[in-house]
Structures are given as C-alpha cells and as structure tokens.
C-alpha cells in the first residue's frame, strides 16, 4: 500500500468507518473489526483490492422505493490489526485514531495464542475493553 493509497482509506474510515472490539463467536471476547458501509460498492471493492483481505456484504434494503442499496466491507482480526498499524498515522478523528492506538499497543499482549486465559490475564483483557468502549 502506497502512503496516498493508506491516507486514503483513513479517510474513508474516518468518515464511513468503524473502528471495533466485537464477538463473532458464542462465548467468544471481542475482537478487532474494521467495518466500512457505504452505498457504493465499486469504493468497497477497491478498498478490499488494495488492502488485499476483506470480505463485502449486501445489506437488506426493506424500501427499496427510497433507499439505495448499501454494502459493508469487514475486516477481522490481525488483518484489521495489521490495516489499523497502517492507517493510524492518517486518521484525524481524535476518538477512532483512539481507538486504533490502543488495539494496535494492547490487544495482541492480552490475547494468549492458545485461547486460554489465566484470571490475571482475562481480567486485564476485561479492563481493556472497557477501556476500548469508554472511548467515545
């Protein structure tokens, strides 16, 4: 990714992005999502070629009369780690930039390869996400 390709997709993220610790899987902790909705589909796409991993999804339209259709790109997990160390130097909304910083310092630390958390170690990640979502 050039800096003007990573600059770009900040920008993106700044404005129709989200920056995220969620669960995918029952009885799962939070983890790192990067999502992007927009309503034009041919920007998603070029953002999943650049960055190279993603996946797109259709939203229901329930009016189709009055509303265009809309799509989001999700990215997970170290993919999304990996996109946030890239971008993060662009990003200009204060509480995403936030956001990034932290999962990019914190989250791999707390999160044994294995799965398996000691009470010390699960209570640390505990106070990290609160920490995560206590940015507004």
Known sequence: MTNEEKAYI???????????LQSFHKN??????????STTLELLEYIKNVVGIGTITKKKNYNIEKHKDSYTLTIRYNHAIELLKDIEPYLVI???????NLIIKEYKVLTPRNGRYSDELLKAKLEFCNKFLSIK
């Not at 204060?94 to 990034?100: H, P």
């Open 10 to 20: 900040a920008g993106i993220i700044d404005g129709e992005g989200s920056i995220m």
């Open 94 to 100: 204060i509480s995403k930039k936030l956001r990034a």
């Open 28 to 37: 799962q902790l939070p983890s790192p999502c990067v999502t992007i909705a």
